[in-house]
Structure formats: structure tokens, C-alpha cells
């Protein structure tokens, strides 16, 4: 398809994306816009550096390519160089989006998945202000390198989501409603869930009075605990942190016991929705990895560089945010996985917690963070009065030894609105989820 | 039917770093065209990455008229601004043998660290033009050192920050302030004994202000959805506390206008002035939807309607300098949190990964990790100190902001 230079190490991916969006303000339609565009990203290596290129032009991508080689060293042995050795070749089509193609879904019917959802929100004096917005995307990934690999898949995801603002005398309240899909009809049936969701909210805004700050035992909800997993664990999980440092090499040691026994935590690229990357972007195939599996360290994310440098076999998490950046090690769908207490026995054996049931934000280095914004105390095994927490935060290393129940159905989801943020590349769809988990000794403000 | 372009350019060289030592080079060049039609106050759009088709263009955004989004605001038009903040900072065909130079000091100087992330030089301009006679370019060039340390015997993936972004480069400078910070890195000294003191951010610190980001936004204000409704004319912050929406380039780089084309004078709006609520930030749907004033904050995407985007905060800096701030005492500064944020009622809390015993003048020490808490209606009122004159560095236009907080070890 190409004529790639010779010595060098090359490989070029095209992004061709389909996307909608429509955002309704207080009824009133704001955006419905449908964006298409065709654009490439091209990687030259000659075993001392990387030279890259973006161009929204792919009828230029020969020229590009010849362009950016001037740049580079031409290397006789470059196929010797362990970097290229490593990647994968691998020729494939998986193209599994075809009848339920979101392009050949009309505006009129998207903007009516939200409009179904406006005289609910009328009815309420207390929504003040609310936002609706419907969002999809579809995207055909091609991938061609110089070793020989020619792969192409799609990817589909809808969303839609209401972010309220709740008022009531002095009382206020910001929330979000979110359904996620990989296709329309998911999204259809949906309302009944919303009233309720409605009255929580509502709940909360007249009766949430600020926390008493201190170390409690906490139950995340499954959206909760996927952000827990993602930020306390996944990003530490990412190796490009570990390259050529002896310290964490040691400190990070596959095997060595990292939490209790019930814990296990994966990333996998197969799971369908935000995080369904069954080729990477340096066209690696998926793989369901297991961070921590019963406790134990067992592995961890690589693109195709750190897995050479590591010496670890390759996960396919080498992924770019869009055609202007490179890939680097990301996260895909993120879960821990489930354990073998219900629900309600996980709760019942909290004499005095908080629950934390929804969330604005969290993060993770050292210590990790959640903003929640709907969290209720637990008192005598049961959920009761809502309450207004800042942060919940602790560190990542000690908490991971302070979860002690998980409830035994996990939940998979993906955000619509935002995705995760590493260095200058926001925001990656990702996908996360967890069953209930139990958290002891968090600090609560 | 009356056309307009929004056109935005970005080229940037990236140089990333991986191990204390440049790993790639990466360029890029991207064009992005919106093109509106404003016909019977509806608006229509479309928008174009790279090459386009002018004609086809327009005929995209006449079709999107079809969604009947009003728009029925007058457009900006007999206008004509063009500034340019571009200056030579660094010769491109220079920078990897620059870097290569910087990294090798830092290698030899700062050999307990590993260094990664990116040096760019950035070149920027957006032109809104129209058919009214509306001619606005903003052009930009903008250098950023951004560089990850970590500690060879940590166990963290990482420890911290250093770097600037701004319009002059000079090795001696960056190598002194990097030296600063991690010199103060490698002593670590004990939190003093008090329950409050003075917490010090830089003022590019995104945090104190996420408050603002809802509480002034035009809608949650104008629909009484916001802690600050109903208080505009009243004074609820500090004497000394005024807020502006920037769009004033020599504060930062950002375009001097907003997506609808208007221009504020001195290319600022004060939101607060002298802690009395003036106005939220708007656009002219939400400043005539709530008869509030227009401030200019309307944002969009290329190939989308002029929307209410969050603006560019900046507090007005006082007559003092960081050391004259502190009066004596010891500060609190922030380099890196880990999150943070404020519940509905306006309470705040942060842990605080990494903060620096900070006499108003050069980092003392690190600092355990701690906890800072307070509420916005304290931080920005009886316990507001006000924002340095100093800047932070040569190579920066940012300042230190400083407030009294509780603070408290994790």
C-alpha cells in the first residue's frame, strides 16, 4: 500500500471518524452536528529516535513519509534493532459494527432520544437548569507497518447524558445522568430509570448536611470503585513509568502481594464499549491482563517499546487520544473483578461508613482521590442519611490492603461525556467497572 | 445569508523525554475551518480538518439551517484587529541539540532524578473573519518546558514538576530554576506546628479556581443554580480580591477575542472587583436570556456554534511581592495535588502529593504529604492575601497567589 524507506522502521495509522452531537439547553436545541474527517499518523524509527508526523491530509501519506525519513538515520540492521523485532505482524479485518451502523441512524431520531426525556425534566421545579446531550462515534482504525502488519477494525459507542442543576431555598446540587451503548436501541427504554434517579437527587439536595471528617470504612459503588481501579491501580500499571529504573523494577516485581486475596484487577482490550481496542495502535492484538490476580501482582500494560525493555510479553495497550499524538501506554477497560458476598451482606456488616454512589472526578499517584457527589452514611448495616464530602482520598499501596468485601456481579461502563487525561492526551475513551467494594480506613473530608 | 470563517492553526515541534533523554520528535501542522451562516436568526455550520472545498462547505453549513438553532444576536462585523506576540525564542533546526544540552547538564547535576515529558515550541493563530466586515487574527508563539522528575531510589512514578511555559527561552535560567526546585526537593523539613498558614499557588494552578468555573458560569448563575446568584453588586470576597475573564495575551497566551468575535476593553472583564459579584462569565445568548452583562466568553468548536466555553481566570495582582505577602511567615506552596475539590455549599479540601516550606522567595524544603481545607467564600475573603507582583520566573508571566488555609499532615 506504502513504499516504506529502507533501514527505517515505519508505520502509518488512519483514523476515519464519524461523530454526532446534540446538546438541548433548558429545551432549547443548542448543537446537532455530525463530523466526519479522514486523517493519519505516521511513526518512522531508526533505532536511536522516533520521528513522528500528523496530517489530515491521507492523500499525502506517501509523501509524508518519504519527508519525515529524511529526518532519520537509515539503519542496515533496523530489523535486528529488539524494538522492531518485537512488534507484532498481524493482518486482519474485524469489522463487527456494520448493522447497527449509527451512520445510517437519522439526526431527527437521535435528537429524539433526548427530547423523550424533556417533559420529565419540566415537571420538576427544582431542575433549574439541565442539559441534554446525545453523542456518538464511530471510528474505522487502519494500521500499516513496514514489517508487514495490515490490520483495520471499527469501534461504535452512543451516550447520552442530562447534567442538572438541583436548587431548592439555599440548597444546590450539580448531577449527571448517563446511559452508554454501542448502539441506539441500547439507549431506547431507558426513562423509568430516570425518575428515580430524579427523586434521589432531590433526596439528597434537602437532606445532605456536610460530613464529620475522619477515617471511615467506605463502600464504593460499582461506577466508584472502576474509578478507584482505574486511578489507584491502572495508571500505576502503565510501564512507561518503569523503563530503565531499578527501583521500581524491584518495588514492582511480578508475584509480590500487593493486596488481599479477594482482590483482582484486569485490563482488557476486548471488552466492547469505550475501551474495545482489539488492535493497539502500534497494531498489537488485545490481551485480558490481569494487574493483580488474588493479591498478587501479575502484570502490568506495555506498548511494544517497554515490553521489550521489560522483557513481558505484549498487551496491546499502546494507544494515541487521536491522530496528533503518538500512542503511549494506556488503559483500556478497567474492572475488578467480582467476589462472593451480595450486595446487601457487604453493607451489612458496616456499623457506621459511607457509601459512595456517585461521582464528579478522581485521580491517583501516591494517594488517590474521589470527589463523590452523591455519598450517604452507613449506619447499623444500612444506607442512611445523604452526605456532602469534598474528598474521599488515601494512599493507593496502603488501601489496596484495606479492601476486605467485594459484592459478586461486577458492572462494566464508560463515561460520555470526558475519558482519561495522561500528560497532554485528553480525553481517551476508556471503559471501567467493579462490584460493590469495601474499603476500609479512607480519609473522608 | 451571512458567511463567516473561524480558522484555527496550530504547528508544533514536540520533543519528548524519556529517561532524561530526548526519544522522539514529532511535528505537526493542523488547520481547522468552521465555516457559520447566520440567515433569519438561524445559524448554520460546518467545518473542515486540512483541505476543504469552500462551495461545499457552504452547502454543508445552509443544510444545517435545517436545525433551526436561533441565533438572533447581532453579529460583530466593521472590525479589524490583527495582533501578532510571535518573536523568535529558539531556532527550530536548534531544539533537539538544545534540549540534548539541557538534559546532559541535568543528567550530570541532578543525577539522583530521572527526568521525562516534553519540550514544544508552539506557533498558534485563530481568524475570525466575516462577511460584516470582521477581521480578528490572533498569532502566537509560545515555548513550554514541562518535565517529570523522579527520584531513582522512589517508589512513585513520579515525583514532581518543573518546567514553564512563555514566550522567552534561556538555558541558565530554566537550569536555575529546575535547581531550585529540586534542590529544595532533596531537604525535607517538618510542616510548622500551626493549624492554619499560608498556602501558596502558582497562579497557572487550575485548583483555587474550580469554584468559580460553575459558580460564574452564566447559567448556573442566571438560573439561581449557583452560590453567587442573586449577589451580583454585593460585596461577599475580599477588598483586595478582583477576578478578571482574561483574554489579554501578555498575561498568557489566549486569543484577545471570543468565538462571536467580541472584544472586551484592555481585553479583560472584571467578574469581581474588589470582592463585590460584578457579572458571571456569558455569551450573548446567555448575557440577553438572563439580562446579565456580555462578557465575551463564547467558545466553539471549529466546525461547531459559538456555545458558553469556561474563560481564563486572573486575579488582579497587588502591590506586593510573595515575601511581602507572607509578612515574615513561612508559606505552604503547592506544587502538586491529588485532585481536590469543593462540595455545593463551597467547602474545600486537597491532598497535597508535594508542597514546599517557601519563605516568599526560594523553596526551604519539602514538606510531608498534608491535607489544605477552607471554604471559597474564606479563601478569597478574610483569609485572602492577595497575588504577587513578582512573577514566579524570568521565563514565566505566572504569580504566586496566597491564602490562609487549614493545613494538616496525611
Not at chain 1, 455519598?375 to 442512611?384: F, T
Request: overall charge negative.
Amino acid at each position: 500500500m506504502f513504499k516504506f524507506p529502507e533501514g527505517l522502521y515505519t508505520d502509518v495509522r488512519i483514523e476515519d471518524v464519524y461523530e454526532t452531537k446534540v446538546i438541548y439547553t433548558v429545551g432549547e436545541i443548542e448543537e446537532s452536528k455530525v463530523r466526519t474527517y479522514k486523517a493519519a499518523f505516521i511513526r518512522i524509527f531508526d533505532g536511536e529516535r522516533w520521528y513522528y508526523n500528523s496530517i489530515s491530509n491521507v492523500e499525502d501519506i506517501q509523501a509524508e513519509i518519504d519527508l519525515l525519513s529524511k529526518y532519520a538515520n537509515p539503519n542496515e540492521r533496523i530489523e535486528e534493532n529488539p524494538v522492531v523485532k518485537k512488534f507484532q505482524v498481524n493482518k486482519d479485518e474485524l469489522i463487527k459494527f456494520e448493522e447497527d451502523d449509527i451512520k445510517k441512524i437519522s439526526i431527527k431520531e437521535k435528537q429524539n432520544l433526548l427530547r423523550e426525556y424533556f417533559p420529565l425534566l419540566e415537571e420538576y421545579e427544582f431542575i433549574k437548569h439541565w442539559k441534554a446531550y446525545y453523542v456518538d462515534r464511530k471510528i474505522y482504525k487502519e494500521f500499516y507497518s513496514s514489517k508487514g502488519s495490515s490490520t483495520k477494525f471499527d469501534n461504535q459507542t452512543v451516550g447520552l447524558a442530562i447534567k442538572m442543576q438541583f436548587v431548592e431555598g439555599d440548597k444546590l446540587l450539580s448531577e449527571s445522568y448517563q446511559k452508554s451503548s454501542t448502539n441506539v436501541n441500547g439507549l431506547k427504554g431507558k426513562i423509568q430509570e430516570f425518575r428515580p434517579f430524579i427523586s434521589k437527587c432531590y433526596d439528597f439536595l434537602i437532606n445532605s448536611q456536610p460530613v464529620k471528617p475522619g477515617k471511615y470504612t467506605v463502600i464504593l459503588s460499582p461506577l466508584a470503585a472502576g474509578v478507584f481501579a482505574h486511578e489507584s491501580f491502572g495508571h500505576k500499571s502503565e510501564s512507561d513509568f518503569m523503563i530503565g529504573d531499578e527501583t521500581m523494577k524491584k518495588e514492582w516485581a511480578i508475584g509480590k502481594t500487593v493486596g488481599r486475596e479477594l482482590l483482582s484487577i484486569v485490563d482488557d482490550g476486548n471488552i466492547d464499549g469505550n475501551g474495545y481496542v482489539p488492535y493497539d495502535d502500534e497494531g498489537t492484538r488485545a490481551e485480558k491482563t490481569y494487574l493483580v490476580k488474588n493479591g498478587l501482582l501479575s502484570g502490568r500494560l506495555h506498548s511494544t517499546t517497554t515490553a521489550c525493555y521489560l522483557d513481558e510479553d505484549l498487551t496491546g495497550n499502546a494507544r494515541a487520544v487521536n491522530f496528533e499524538y503518538e500512542p503511549i501506554v494506556r488503559m483500556t477497560t478497567t474492572y475488578i473483578e467480582p467476589g462472593n458476598q451480595t450486595k446487601e451482606e457487604l453493607f451489612s456488616e458496616v456499623e457506621n461508613g459511607i457509601y459512595i454512589d456517585e461521582i464528579k472526578h478522581g485521580s491517583g499517584m501516591s494517594t488517590f482521590t474521589i470527589a463523590p457527589s452523591l455519598a450517604y452514611y452507613i449506619k447499623n448495616g444500612k444506607i442512611a442519611e445523604p452526605v456532602n464530602i469534598s474528598v474521599v482520598t488515601g494512599n493507593v499501596m496502603e488501601t489496596l490492603n484495606e479492601i476486605d468485601g467485594l459484592s459478586n456481579e461486577t458492572e462494566i461502563m464508560s463515561f460520555i461525556l470526558g475519558g482519561c487525561g495522561k500528560m497532554e492526551q485528553f480525553p481517551l475513551p476508556v471503559g471501567f467497572g467493579g462490584p460493590y467494594v469495601r474499603v476500609n480506613n479512607l480519609n473522608v473530608q | 445569508m451571512i458567511k463567516e470563517k473561524y480558522i484555527t492553526n496550530i504547528k508544533e515541534i514536540s520533543l519528548n523525554v524519556s529517561q532524561s533523554r530526548i526519544d522522539s520528535v514529532r511535528n505537526k501542522n493542523i488547520e481547522k475551518t468552521g465555516l457559520r451562516v447566520y440567515d433569519n436568526g438561524y445559524i448554520g455550520y460546518a467545518g473542515a480538518i486540512g483541505n476543504y472545498d469552500e462551495s461545499d462547505l457552504v452547502n454543508k453549513a445552509i443544510a444545517t439551517l435545517d436545525n433551526r438553532i436561533s441565533y438572533d444576536f447581532e453579529i460583530e462585523g466593521n472590525k479589524k484587529i490583527h495582533e501578532d506576540y510571535t518573536s523568535e525564542i529558539i531556532d527550530e533546526n536548534k531544539m533537539v541539540d538544545e534540549l540534548e544540552s539541557l538534559l546532559s547538564v541535568l543528567r550530570e547535576e541532578q543525577s539522583d532524578f530521572y527526568f521525562s515529558h516534553k519540550f514544544n515550541l508552539t506557533d498558534y493563530s485563530v481568524k475570525l473573519i466575516n462577511e460584516k466586515g470582521l477581521d480578528l487574527y490572533y498569532k502566537d508563539k509560545y515555548i513550554s518546558l514541562g518535565l517529570i522528575f523522579k527520584e531513582k531510589s522512589s517508589l512513585n512514578i513520579m515525583d514532581g514538576f518543573v518546567g514553564f511555559e512563555g514566550r522567552k527561552y534561556d538555558r541558565t535560567l530554566a537550569l536555575k530554576d529546575i535547581n531550585h526546585t529540586l534542590n529544595a526537593y532533596k531537604n525535607k523539613v517538618e510542616l510548622p506546628n500551626k493549624k492554619t498558614l499560608p498556602v501558596v499557588f502558582d497562579t497557572t494552578e487550575p485548583l483555587p479556581f474550580i469554584k468559580f468555573i460553575h459558580d460564574l458560569d452564566g447559567n448556573n448563575f442566571g438560573s439561581n443554580s449557583s452560590l453567587l446568584s442573586g449577589k451580583r453588586g454585593i460585596k461577599v470576597f475580599n477588598d483586595n480580591f478582583t477576578l478578571y475573564q482574561n483574554n489579554n495575551p501578555n498575561y498568557m497566551p489566549v486569543p484577545f477575542f471570543d468565538a462571536e468575535g467580541v472584544v472586551n476593553k484592555d481585553y479583560n472583564y472584571s467578574l469581581i472587583e474588589n470582592g463585590v459579584v460584578l457579572s458571571p462569565y456569558t455569551n450573548k445568548k446567555i448575557a440577553r436570556k438572563y439580562n446579565l452583562p456580555l462578557t465575551g466568553s463564547a467558545t466553539c468548536e471549529y466546525d461547531g456554534v459559538p456555545t458558553l466555553g469556561i474563560p481564563e481566570f486572573r486575579i488582579r495582582e497587588s502591590e506586593k511581592t510573595a515575601k511581602e505577602l507572607l509578612a515574615g511567615e513561612m508559606g505552604i506552596f503547592v506544587l502538586m495535588t491529588s485532585g481536590g475539590d469543593f462540595t455545593p455549599e463551597g467547602n474545600f479540601a486537597a491532598p497535597v502529593q508535594l508542597g514546599f516550606l517557601f519563605d516568599g522567595e526560594k523553596f526551604i524544603g519539602r514538606l510531608p504529604e498534608l491535607n489544605i481545607s477552607s471554604n471559597v467564600f474564606e479563601m478569597f475573603g478574610s483569609s485572602f492575601r492577595g497575588v504577587s507582583k513578582n512573577n514566579t520566573s524570568p521565563l514565566s508571566t505566572s504569580k504566586y497567589l496566597i491564602m490562609d488555609m487549614n493545613v494538616s499532615k496525611i
